[in-house]
C-alpha cells in the first residue's frame, strides 16, 4: 500500500495560506521537488488544482514564462509530468495529467492508496482536513517557516479530533525554515 503524504508551509502561527510564508529561494525549490519526485501522484481538491496549474502548467509554447527562475523549473517540470487527481464536486473534466475522483471520498482515497507504488502527495487546506478526519493521511510535513502572518486559513482548522503525531525527521532551512515530518501514532488508552 503506498502512503498517503500531506505537506505543506506553515507559518509559526500557523497559518497556511500560499503567501504568507518566505519567498520561495533555491533552496526550498530543490527540497520541494525532491519531495515532488517522491510520490507516483498528486491529489488536490479543486482550488488547490486550480493554483497549481495556473502556476505550473507548461505553456502551449513549450517556454516556461520569464516571471519563473532557473531555480523553479525542475519543480514546474516534475509538477507538470505528474499524474493528478482532482477531488471537486463542481468540475466536470480535468486535464495536465488529471482525472477526476469520484463517488465516496474515503472509499476512492483508498482505492488509490491501495495502488502499488512509492506514495501519493496532498496539498492544501479543504481536502487534507477531510483526508485527516477520514484517518486516511499516513504522513504529515510542515516547512514552517520564520513568520507570524496574523491572518489566514490556519492549519487542519475544524479537525474533529485529535491526532497524536511521532517526529520521523527535520531538516533544517538556511532561510531559517524547518521541515518537520510526522506520523500519526497509535494511542492506547
Not at 24 to 39: K, L
Not at 43 to 57: I, K, P, Q
Not at 114 to 123: D, H, M, N, S
Not at 172 to 183: I, K, M, Q, W
Request: net charge negative; aromatic share 8%; hydrophobic share 40%.
Amino acid at each position: 500500500m503506498r502512503p498517503l503524504r500531506y505537506a505543506i508551509n506553515v507559518t509559526l502561527d500557523g497559518c497556511c495560506h500560499h503567501e504568507a510564508g518566505l519567498p520561495p529561494d533555491e533552496e526550498s525549490m530543490r527540497y520541494w521537488t525532491a519531495q515532488m519526485q517522491r510520490a507516483d501522484a498528486l491529489l488536490f481538491g479543486r482550488v488547490t488544482y486550480e493554483m497549481m496549474e495556473s502556476a505550473w502548467r507548461q505553456p502551449a509554447t513549450g517556454v516556461w514564462p520569464s516571471w519563473m527562475g532557473e531555480s523553479e523549473i525542475p519543480f514546474a517540470e516534475t509538477i507538470d509530468r505528474a499524474q493528478k487527481h482532482v477531488v471537486s464536486s463542481t468540475l466536470s473534466g480535468v486535464d495536465w495529467n488529471a482525472e477526476l475522483v469520484q463517488g465516496d471520498l474515503g472509499q476512492a482515497v483508498q482505492r488509490l492508496k491501495e495502488e502499488p507504488g512509492e506514495g501519493l502527495f496532498v496539498g492544501g487546506v479543504t481536502l487534507p482536513l477531510a483526508l485527516a478526519n477520514l484517518g486516511l493521511i499516513d504522513e504529515y510535513e510542515f516547512v514552517v517557516q520564520p513568520v507570524l502572518a496574523g491572518h489566514g486559513p490556519t492549519l487542519l482548522a475544524g479537525l474533529s479530533d485529535r491526532i497524536q503525531l511521532e517526529l520521523v525527521d527535520r531538516q533544517e532551512f538556511t532561510s531559517g525554515a524547518v521541515s518537520l515530518r510526522y506520523r500519526p501514532t497509535l494511542v492506547t488508552a
